[in-house]
């Protein structure tokens, strides 16, 4: 067996730890693996015939070198006094590890080992992703719970480039996506991949789409599963907040065998159920805050922030937002005044007053609950010499509960062109308070016919909603190989992915009108006329016969591929080889949206989708080489270099092609610089293409019936255009409502990315023999340029008629449907409906820089250590840019890119004992471009300690403290929702963690 290979096994069934050069070990083989090594005595025998040395550096921690009759090469001390030599591509090991680089150099990638991971003390992996200062929680269960389908969803996405930027990998193979149903939310769900059945989580945070595939503009992780363990292994994780809620348990079991000659066969289960927040569980998200002036809501520059003035108008006593004409059509009222129902049957005048506004935030969920139910299969069989059988699944139920504030009925959104999602009264309904028919008759004389009422439906409660992802991934495949190492495998993955929604206790708005119109009522069988004035709520006869009991919609990507992969060394000189490979994959996956609505139903307030489905074909072809270039023991040192290609072709874009090359230099011991140059193309996923969201109507401002003034020359010749999209002379908008519907592209063309990296590593302990252990310092500066990206307009509207000549693609037929973007009444002019579709019509551009230290030490000095480990990670963003439509935004020092974020971590061994802290700090941001100090967010600071102690060598129990210090999120203005950033901070609190695993 490869040494490489063997020690890898030897880690996982002992739990050992090895440091040594790959470039040692490259090319030998190991005798005696399996059940005949115990100890380490048995491993330093194996090593005897391959020329290496075992040397024990702590505890269950072991170097590899070579023995000094072997080679002519220096020995590596690791952990000593002495400066030691610093390899190439260094592996490190260690239980108790701060997150460490698997490579070096231009190929640099971050492993979080099985242990990482468990002192992190985290219930999805997702977590450890979102603490890398590199990543951007930017999806996650905590701010995803008004994203409809999508709520719940945890997406991986470095630099805050985009989940669709950032590939998703497990055991280095694709993965299917998921789809959040929300416009082109979508991309691999990680909280469906089980934490404790992994071995590694590797993360490539450099560009890397001609190695992983288009979509690694901005890097790739790689999920490693315990796919060939032997043995059992069992464990418990259980957490809980100071405050006693927000529990958490996670239970798996983890057994592998050989099954007599057929070969080895693993299985996994991974049970874990977290308790949600809602909104009313911490004191700083109870209550909304919102801006006031003497003492009602305002938006002056005047205004104080303060407690609950951040509630909505729309209340479960509701608001007469204007009238129905005898025409048909909507008038506000004069002045825009709104007026409020008074228990007394009077009505009065919506101020904003805090007595008029309603607390939704204690409904809303902070973080969302959830169960995961997730087991894995692998099976590997060695044929005969050279040829190998794998065999490798996955799947699981990830269950999502969703709690939001009771139904809001907006007139600004909904179903109906005139109303919305309001109730329309007839002057006729009993329960109309006179006060309310006299104010509109005042108004607007005989010609009103109806009020419009906007309310929120209390008597239902909290809307609720579960979202159930269930997921099915296979691999097989056989991989030959020979004693020269070359290697071909040819492999077969399928990936299911589906998501179920099911929202409770709709409003039907058609059977809300017969309620509401008394004759209609008396001839509708089953119908009670729905009270919202006289009575205290509205009755459970009547709620009968307007509510929806269930509205389901079903979402899913299916995914076939299959994949040839070829390689070999290529010598380079007697000690030196480098590698080659190519390959080629063939995929075609199939999405499809199904929304259940029973028929004939209109439910109010649903953020439904079109039934849609589309398909994607596409073919990969792919080559790699890494190779030294040249080698010297004085200057100029050792170089070696990398080339990827990967070309991309399907029918629905152009085709697509990735260059890398990478170029890493070391001309002293102890100093290597490195650079990776990439210039390439994303292409658009199937979410991106396929995907239609919920038509509604809504609230819109027509740029032709904007106050000349504040139109531009290219508005106003557009508007004047005598075409199907021109307005004409003296148009005045008094249509409020247009049909709106989100569509993907399937004319998408691939984005154009360009991107660098530069760096250097420097080891102080090989440059100074003076200093003791063994660190690394490593800075690299990163430059990302994305051209022609892929966009949805803020404003389809502005975007189309801001373009000379209507060139904009919102002005034009939508690819989706063959018919107009943009619809005007023929008679009336007014604008009927218009469309949101994605384009390429974008630029983003990221600049910064990632620093890195590490530093382990066997202290000789210092009783109470055996051993000690520091790791800081830094990123500091410089430069954030977004151009669309026309116009340019600067991102950075916003609340997803503070221009400061540092990981830090100190672990200490003492015999059976490992303490590790780690502390996790966000720079100072704002969460919009202001000159208010409520804008400002002000630096986070969280601290994390956890201790272990091994109560044999097969067994340990781990106690842990979360947000050490129980820092609360601070409370700021212009978040996307609540009092806070739930990107930026820890809700929960001051949590408890008690672990317990074993191996046997």
Not at 238 to 251: A, V
Not at 627 to 636: A, E, I
């Amino acid at each position: 067996m490869p040494v490489e290979e063997a020690l890898e096994s030897l880690r996982r069934s002992h739990g050992w730890s090895f440091i040594f050069d790959a470039r040692l070990v490259a090319g030998k083989s190991i005798a005696g693996m399996g059940k005949s090594i115990r100890t380490e005595r048995d491993l330093a025998a194996s090593l005897v015939p391959a020329g290496l040395q075992l040397h024990q550096v702590a505890k269950n921690s072991f170097a590899i070198t070579s023995r000094p009759d072997a080679s002519t090469k220096p020995e590596i001390d690791t952990l000593a006094v002495s400066g030691p030599e610093m390899p190439i591509d260094t592996i490190l090991v260690m239980g108790s590890s701060a997150i460490a680089p698997a490579t070096s150099g231009s190929k640099r990638i971050f492993k979080i080992d099985a242990d990482d991971l468990a002192f992190l003390n985290v219930a999805s992996p997702a977590e450890a992703i979102y603490s890398l200062p590199q990543s951007l929680a930017s999806f996650t269960p905590s701010n995803t719970a008004l994203y409809a389908a999508a709520a719940g969803i945890s997406l991986a996405d470095l630099r805050g480039l985009g989940p669709k930027r950032t590939t998703v990998l497990v055991n280095g193979r694709r993965r299917t996506l998921t789809t959040g149903g929300n416009d082109v939310i979508g991309g691999v769900d990680l909280g469906s991949i089980p934490e404790p059945l992994l071995e590694r989580i590797e993360v490539q945070s450099l560009p890397a789409g001609a190695r992983f595939g288009a979509g690694a503009v901005a890097g790739a992780i790689n999920f490693v599963t315990k796919s060939d363990f032997e043995g059992v292994e069992s464990g418990v994780r259980f957490g809980m907040s100071e405050r006693g809620d927000s529990e958490e348990i996670s239970l798996h079991a983890l057994a592998g065998r050989e099954i007599a000659s057929l070969g080895l066969l693993t299985v996994g289960l991974n049970m874990t159920r977290s308790e949600g927040l809602v909104g009313a569980d911490r004191e700083f998200s109870a209550i909304p805050y919102g801006f006031a002036l003497n003492g009602v809501k305002s938006n002056s520059p005047a205004a104080e922030f303060l407690p609950g003035y951040g509630g909505s108008s729309i209340t479960d006593r509701g608001t007469i937002a204007g009238v129905i004409l005898s025409d048909g059509s909507f008038s506000a009222f004069p002045k825009g005044v709104t007026y409020v129902p008074e228990t007394d049957g009077s009505i009065s005048p919506y101020v904003g007053a805090p007595s008029q506004l309603f607390n939704w935030a204690q409904w809303q969920s902070v973080t969302l609950p959830s169960d995961r139910i997730i087991g894995q299969l692998s099976f590997q069989s060695k044929l005969s010499d050279g040829v190998n059988f794998f065999l490798e699944a996955d799947g699981g139920v990830v269950a999502t509960d969703n709690v939001l504030a009771p139904l809001p009925a907006s007139r600004f959104r909904g179903l109906d062109p005139v109303a919305g999602d309001a109730a329309v009264i007839p002057l006729s309904n009993p329960f109309l308070p006179q006060s309310a028919i006299d104010a509109a008759q005042a108004a607007f004389g005989p010609t009103v016919s109806a009020i419009v009422f906007e309310r929120r439906y209390a008597e239902l409660g909290p809307r609720r909603q579960q979202i159930d992802r269930r997921h099915f991934a296979l691999s097989t495949g056989i991989a030959f190989g020979d004693e020269n190492d070359r290697a071909l495998t040819v492999a077969y993955r399928f990936g299911s992915n589906r998501a179920t929604s099911r929202e409770e206790d709709r409003v039907d708005q058609e059977k809300l009108k017969i309620a509401l119109d008394p004759s209609a009522c008396s001839l509708t069988p089953g119908c009670t006329a729905a009270d919202f004035f006289s009575a205290p709520a509205l009755s459970r006869a009547a709620l009968d016969f307007i509510v929806i009991p269930e509205i389901t919609r079903v979402l899913g990507i299916d995914e076939h591929e299959i994949s040839v992969n070829a390689s070999t060394l290529v010598p380079f000189d007697g000690d030196h080889d480098g590698r080659v490979s190519a390959g080629v994959e063939l995929r075609r996956a199939a999405y499809h949206d199904r929304d259940l609505t029973p028929a004939g139903a209109s439910p109010v307030g649903y953020l439904g989708g079109a039934s849609a489905k589309g398909a994607l074909e596409t073919v990969d072809a792919y080559a790699e080489i890494d190779t030294p270039l040249f080698r010297s023991d004085g200057l100029p040192g050792e170089l070696d270099g990398s080339l990827a290609v990967r070309l991309a072709y399907s029918p629905n874009y152009e085709a697509a092609t990735n260059f890398e090359a990478g170029v890493d230099w070391r001309p002293i011991e102890g100093v290597a610089l490195f650079t990776r140059q990439h210039i390439g193309d994303r292409t658009p996923d199937i979410i991106e293409l396929h995907s239609i969201g919920s038509t509604l109507e809504s609230f819109f401002l027509d740029p032709c019936g904007a106050d000349s003034a504040e139109q531009t020359e290219t508005i106003k010749a557009n508007c004047a255009d005598a075409g199907p999209l021109g307005a004409g002379p003296g148009f005045v908008q008094t249509a409020t409502l247009a049909s709106q519907t989100f569509y993907g592209n399937p004319d998408l063309n691939p984005e154009h990315v360009r991107s660098g990296a530069y760096g250097v590593t420097v080891s102080p302990t090989d440059l100074f023999a003076a200093i003791p252990g063994r660190m690394e310092l490593t800075a690299t500066w990163l430059d990302f340029k994305i051209r022609n990206s892929i966009s949805q307009p803020s404003d389809a509207l502005f975007n189309c008629y801001s373009s000379p000549g209507f060139a904009s693609p919102n002005c034009l037929i939508n690819p989706r449907t063959g018919a107009p973007s943009i619809v005007r009444d023929p008679a009336t002019r007014q604008i009927v409906s218009f469309d949101s579709i994605l384009t390429n019509d974008g630029n983003l551009s990221w600049r910064g820089m990632d620093v890195e230290l590490r530093y382990a030490l066997q202290p000789e000095a210092i009783a109470f250590a055996d051993s000690i480990w520091l790791s800081v990670l830094h990123t500091y963003t410089d430069d954030v840019v977004m151009e669309r439509f026309g116009s340019v935004q600067r991102l950075d020092g916003l609340l997803n890119y503070p221009h400061h974020r540092t990981l830090a971590s100190l672990g200490v061994e003492r015999g059976r004992w490992s303490f590790v802290a780690y502390a996790n700090r966000r720079g100072k941001a704002l969460t919009t471009r202001t000159t208010r100090s409520e804008a400002r967010v002000p630096a986070a600071l969280y601290i994390d300690l956890t201790g272990r102690f091994e109560i044999t060598q097969n067994a340990y129990v781990q106690v842990g403290v979360k947000n050490l210090t129980d820092r609360e999120p601070d409370i700021t203005a212009y978040n996307d929702v609540g009092n806070f950033a739930p990107e930026f901070y820890d809700p929960i609190g001051r949590r408890y963690t008690l672990a317990f695993r074993m191996n046997f």
